[in-house]
């Protein structure tokens, strides 16, 4: 099936899982599998408190325990919200990508998950709190590491 007939399909079916939360985690897949990607998630921050993960696709469940206890303060993405809604932001935006390839976000929690790149889109901010969707690009699918850089616009 083309995009012009998957993206009404996959809009729909955001908003069937807005109504049946059970859904949710194969929505998340269908974004990934449509934006080129391999997993995504959502996140949302709270001045109020710190960030918590919402939903992280299930390809790695258990890593959302660690992610949130551990990454979310050295994720570059996580700084996503001070972008405008809608925006899409990769890494490369926030940090040069060999700066992103040495820090400990990237060697202790990106690499291990094969991951090269994220791309984030803010879909709801507020003055207390801002939720995020991130996809995640793996080297499974991503053509060369370093053409990653940006590549989530082209």
């Not at 995009?3 to 729909?12: E, F, Q, V």
């Not at 995640?136 to 940006?150: D, F, I, L, M, Y």
Request: glycine share 6%.
């Amino acid at each position: 099936m083309n995009d012009s007939k998957r993206l009404p399909t996959l809009i729909g079916d955001i908003y069937d899982a807005v109504i049946d939360p059970a859904q949710r985690n194969d929505v998340l897949d269908k974004i990934a599998s449509f934006t080129g990607g391999h997993s995504g998630g959502l996140l949302s921050k709270h001045s109020l408190s710190k960030s918590e993960v919402c939903m992280l696709c299930r390809r790695r469940p258990n890593s959302l325990q660690v992610y949130s206890e551990s990454y979310p303060k050295l994720d570059p993405t996580a700084d996503s919200p001070c972008f405008g809604v809608e925006q899409v932001v990769s890494a490369t935006d926030l940090v040069p990508y060999e700066e992103f390839r040495r820090g400990r976000f990237y060697r202790e929690w990106a690499r291990p998950h094969g991951w090269v790149d994220v791309a984030s889109a803010v879909i709801e901010k507020s003055a207390t709190s801002c939720t995020f969707l991130s996809v995640v690009r793996h080297e499974a699918n991503a053509w060369s590491t370093t053409k990653c850089a940006g590549a989530w616009r082209s």
